[in-house]
């Protein structure tokens, strides 16, 4: 267990220095700062538009921080064969596995932290200038929001770790992880399309439907995180439907980095 907490330790201290990050956090003030300006020039819509535009400022930065820290933070001991001098000492392969994603884990929330203050004030800055603007508005579930995105977040790092567990070099893990990525966040609808194409005019072969169900179920289904635009509107989702969809991140979540365990601890070096 110590050298579990002693790898995740030396992971999000890793995480911090690297220079990626500086760059991710310049762009996510530059982000909220247009945000501010965007809202300004809008007639209409200002609430609205001012909390979907720091939602996804949140969230897009956190994806870069995913592809760009979280990926390198595992691969580049893959690539630069530093893995030998890992192993060799007194710990298991899972651990090692088990070790650097509760690292990048916590780097994810903490830098989602982050992330939710800059777009808290962004909206903060918003309201006080155009409070009528603001109806149905609720810190809740901008909070809300925000937890199911590092949810999400940490749910897709490990999914980066299963595509590196078995991958040769980072950037077939970075593919990979972009690919599920979008399928993540595109599957629920290909699949209501592909089931019900009367309405769409197309006629899939039951071939497509088939991939399409079974893609369903393998790739983890990210639109369920995505309450953007009901909390831009001030709905709040039912308590089933948070339950629900917090028990389906932990659930697949745990299941990736199981399975990266049991793989990795397979895998031959050369």
Request: with cysteine; charged share 10%.
């Amino acid at each position: 267990m110590i050298q579990l907490w002693s790898v995740a330790a030396i992971t999000f201290k890793e995480g911090l220095r690297n220079r990626a990050m500086y760059g991710i956090s310049i762009l996510a003030l530059l982000m909220m700062v247009a945000n501010l300006l965007i809202s300004s020039m809008i007639m209409q819509e200002v609430g609205k538009v001012a909390v979907d535009m720091a939602l996804s400022s949140a969230s897009f930065a956190g994806l870069l921080l995913v592809l760009f820290v979280g990926i390198n933070l595992l691969a580049k001991d893959l690539d630069r064969k530093t893995i030998y001098m890992v192993l060799s000492r007194p710990i298991s392969r899972s651990q090692y596995i088990v070790g650097k994603f509760l690292g990048i884990a916590l780097l994810i929330i903490v830098s989602m932290a982050l992330l939710s203050l800059f777009a808290a004030a962004s909206i903060y800055l918003v309201k006080l200038n155009t409070p009528g603007y603001f109806p149905r508005f609720s810190w809740s579930l901008v909070g809300l929001s925000l937890a199911f995105n590092t949810l999400a977040l940490i749910l897709l790092a490990a999914l980066s770790f299963l595509f590196a567990s078995f991958t040769s070099t980072s950037f077939i893990s970075l593919m990979l992880t972009i690919v599920a990525y979008l399928i993540g966040n595109s599957i629920n609808d290909v699949k209501a399309l592909v089931e019900a194409p009367q309405g769409a005019g197309i006629a899939p072969s039951p071939v497509i439907v088939k991939v399409v169900q079974i893609a369903y179920y393998m790739f983890p289904n990210l639109s369920f995180f995505d309450i953007k635009t009901q909390v831009a509107h001030g709905i709040a989702p039912s308590g089933s439907y948070v339950f629900w969809t917090v028990s389906y991140g932990l659930v697949y979540t745990s299941l990736a980095v199981a399975i990266a365990c049991a793989v990795f601890s397979k895998r031959e070096f050369p």
